[in-house]
């Protein structure tokens, strides 16, 4: 069994999306609703969309090695802000963890600065400017 986080945007799926490829790597591919068939069926959307609508993001998928980071755009009036959850990434090494962090809290907010906790050698949490919360960690040997 493998689990994945599935996001949803409010409009700016693509850009959260391209951002995250960025900064974290590995590969992206994304369907828009102009990508989907005409007509009600399977898989297609069942209400009309607005036509600037058609160009945004039906399904999203960054695949990084073995891990799935998934989303789409809302449509109207659908979307909810994120809360009550938080996207942990663990990574490989302080630099590694760093960069990633800095990148992720740029431009959003810092809920817990990035530092050394009891168990791991670093730890950080922080909301990311297209509102998606993050935990980033390196952990210690053993942990």
Request: aromatic share 10%; proline share 7%; glycine share 10%.
């Amino acid at each position: 069994m493998k689990l994945a986080a599935y996001l949803f945007f409010d409009g700016n799926c693509a850009e959260a999306m391209r951002y995250y490829a960025k900064h974290l790597g590995g590969k992206l591919e994304i369907m828009t609703y102009a990508d989907a068939p005409e007509g009600a069926g399977e898989g297609c959307p069942d209400t009309p969309l607005p036509p600037e609508w058609r160009g945004k993001v039906m399904h999203a998928c960054l695949t990084i090695g073995d891990e799935l980071l998934m989303a789409s755009d809302a449509p109207p009036p659908h979307f909810l802000k994120p809360q009550g959850f938080s996207v942990a990434i663990t990574l490989d090494d302080e630099d590694q963890t760093e960069r990633v962090f800095n990148a992720l809290a740029d431009g959003g907010t810092t809920t817990m600065p990035l530092g050394e906790t009891f168990w791991a050698k670093r730890f950080g949490m922080c909301v990311d400017r297209f509102g998606i919360a993050w935990m980033a960690s390196c952990q210690k040997e053993g942990a």
